[in-house]
């Protein structure tokens, strides 16, 4: 995940600014820069790999400069090198940028017709040269800054520098975390607490389509219509912990949110948005030439794999074995030639998968790890490492891991779909692009959180929830009642759909709420035959649908919980976002222990 920080202080920033970057170091990243306003000019340091590198130029080639802006970046568009590292300049303009321009070729286009170059592969240049050419066109700095970020489309954290202003610093908030720190006479911009702590622990955490304008005298906040906004400015604990809650409740409520930044990170880690391409990987084996696929997992990185084995089938055309890692350890399942496989976990120390992993090695199969920890054991016993770029993940019950296995493997299926000429090369665009959108999406979803909010504490008041779901929706019919019973000690089941004549309907009453996941998709009109049966028996409907959907069910429910229209491909990603706010706030009524569930581990290391 990229990192941004921004003072607007009264000693030379760079050396700060750069310390401060240390302390987002466990976000991620492949390259950093500094820049600074001397004498009223902008100048950098940029460098590729570890935060040393900079570091040391910094300290060869110091910066003067009273007030700066500084980042690490995982690289979307563009390599990472020097040349697409951060802040980027254009005619007076210095930006740095969490996120992903979804418009950044359209924007592109335009800019380049009107005489800007490009000096960088990256979607964020566009944004500097958007704001230098309403400055061309005659606006001030802030107004300028204001009008380029209506033109943008994406999920997106900017701290944006203007020469000859060394008392302001435009940062804009669309996803992302960003958080101002208040100071005596100065004041810091971050993507979160941590990388402030050791200046102020007064902070203000921006909102979503929130920016703001940064001096040293203080900040004004405005929406994207431009009216003054007001936002509570709290204590941070940012200097006893190493990742805080911010202004979250507790670290679940927080990892949710982070889910459209670490989405992007995951999906631009594999996929080529410029080009609208798979990257090449270097695998240990062709998808061209493989007959099967095995995965294996526990847990919501099984339910992870089920999403991954219909991709596979459909788009790839490629046959998956998947099992619970607890069963395939035991059940001597015979390898075949011409065979691959797949170990999903967080941590990468689960004792489970990491048995079944090793009888895989054991049987000279090609293994590949999705998993969290780059360092962790399974990643260490694989042949090769298939990072989801989650971060730290804090509360027990997986959120944002769970999404981001979810983009490692929809982003193997286009790869694997591509090499064994399953798609079209049109068809392999069309599904990178909508995978590019699952971020915007993501953050269209939290913003329904009043609504779940309102539907959960209607739910705190039952005992069993049975949820039900058809294809790609049924593993995450079951992704929802695992994360309902986990926090909030609800007995919850979920079913695929179908099945429910064959035994579950037996359970359905006035007492028995359904939570029904159904987008309008090609089998969606079976899935309101399901909720007719519901209907008639006196179950109280939960229905996670699109607006098509919802004018189409014709079925009376408790609540309808409407989600933008997503392409069916990514809709599996952008559906979990609403089964986590629910059992989240769920157990949040409940009262019980959201981050650390009773009788629960993060890692199960032991059999």
Known sequence: MCGIVGIVGSQPVAPLIVDALKRLEYRGYDSAGVATIEKGELARRRAEGKLVNLERLVGAEPLAGTIGIGHTRWATHGVPNETNAHPHF??????????????????????????????????????????ARELAHGAKPVEAAHNALKRLQGAFALAIMFKGDDDLIVGARNGPPLAVGHGEGEMFLGSDAIALAPFTNAITYLEDG??????????????????????????????????????????MEKEIHEQPEVIGHTLAHYLDFTSSRAKPLDLPFDFAKLDRIAISACGTAYLAGLIGKYWFERYARLPVDIDIASEFRYREMPILKGSAAFFVSQSGETADTLASLRYCRQAGVPIGAIVNVRESTIARESDVILPTLAGPEIGVASTKAFTCQLSVLAALAVRAAAARGAVSADDEKAMVRSLSEAPRYATQV????????????????????????????????????????????????????????????????EKMPVIVIAPHDRIFEKTVSNMQEVAARGGKIILITDQKGAASASVDTLETIVLPDVPEFIAPIVYALPIQLLAYYTAVFMGTDVDQPRNLAKSVTVE
């Open 210 to 251: 929130d920016w703001a304008v940064v001096r040293r005298s203080g900040i004004a906040i405005f929406d994207m219509n431009g009216d003054a906004v007001e936002r509570k400015r709290q204590q941070s604990l940012g200097t006893s912990f190493m990742v805080d809650k911010g202004n979250h409740r507790h670290f």
């Open 90 to 131: 254009s005619n007076g303009v210095a930006i740095v940028h969490n996120g992903i321009i979804e418009n950044f070729a359209e924007l592109r286009d335009e800019l380049r017709a009107d005489g800007y170059e490009f000096a960088s592969q990256t979607d964020t240049e566009v944004v500097a040269h958007l704001v």
């Open 446 to 509: 939290l913003k329904l959180e009043s609504q779940i909010e309102k539907v959960a504490r209607e739910l705190s008041h039952y005992r069993h929830v049975l949820y039900l779901g058809r294809d790609t929706n049924y593993p995450l019919a079951m992704e929802g009642a695992l994360k309902l019973k986990e926090i909030s000690y609800i007995h919850a089941e979920g079913y695929a759909a179908g099945e429910l004549k064959h035994g579950p309907i037996a359970l359905i009453d």
